[in-house]
């Protein structure tokens, strides 16, 4: 929840110069709905994808304040953030309730970006790969493994999201390659290997290059970094350089 229509314009516009033709990785910016519109027709025409934060599983209704997937396949998103740690805290979402946004999200052409990740709590008690197997496993009920193709899953540890703490990159590629079992597990290997799973724990230049090289981390859900463009940028370019 930052930044108004234009600020969001003003920020996704100086991505695009930079990024906007480069086909090396993939870009995607996820605003917050009231600038989705806006930032639309910034993104049209380049590379760089446009998703949203949050989503609800019906198309339309008496749900006052939400937004449907309908409404943001109108601006030709492509994405959609579900089951951020935010919302599982602080609207208490749960894995049954975010598994039927997930299928309403790949019914309507929408690519679900699927967080998971442990508490402190959680992770001192030892319990970080169980959340995440539970998480997976509610998350993903019910979608079959050639819907699976179209999702991709997102772990962020809890602990570190805008504590300044971060995984080191062989504590993250730990919890990467254990998503990656329990995908395979959940579809099968062939299908778990081609989920691109990202790292959403605090990344930002000068710790992303280090965190993208590890052999299960194949991108970033990026937080506070995003709202720099050169911040942003940096973490693109070292992708980038990582991909060639």
């Known amino acids: 929840m930052n930044l108004n229509a234009a600020d969001g314009v003003e920020l996704v516009s100086d991505i695009v110069s930079h990024a906007g033709k480069q086909s090396t990785v993939n ?11 806006s930032v639309s027709k910034v993104v049209e025409g380049s590379n760089v994808n446009l998703g949203a934060q949050n989503m609800h599983n019906e198309a339309s209704g008496a749900y006052t ?44 052409n929408l690519k679900p970006i699927l967080c998971v990740g442990e508490t402190l709590e959680q992770r001192e008690a030892g319990e970080t790969f169980d959340v995440i197997k539970t998480q997976i ?83 970033g859900l990026i937080g506070g970094a995003s709202l720099k463009a050169a911040a942003f940028n940096e973490i693109i370019d070292h992708a980038i350089e990582l991909a060639g």
């Open 65 to 108: 304040g939400e937004v449907s997937a309908v409404m943001l396949r109108h601006f030709f998103a492509t994405h959609v953030i579900l089951g951020h740690s935010e919302r599982r805290e602080y609207f208490e979402e749960s894995d049954e309730f975010i598994n039927l946004k997930l299928k309403t999200a790949l019914e309507s």
């Open 27 to 37: 870009v995607c910016v996820c605003p917050p709905f009231t600038s989705i519109e």
């Open 137 to 219: 496993q509610g998350g993903l009920a019910g979608i079959l493994p050639n819907q699976a193709e179209g999702l991709v899953v997102a772990y962020e540890p809890v602990w570190a999201i805008g504590t300044g703490k971060t995984a080191t990159p062989e504590m993250a590629q730990e919890v990467h390659a254990e998503i990656r079992k329990y995908l395979a597990e959940q579809f099968n290997p062939e299908t778990a290997n081609r989920i691109r799973i990202l790292y959403g724990g605090s990344m930002k230049p000068d710790n992303a290059k280090d965190l993208l090289g590890q052999e299960d981390i194949d991108g």
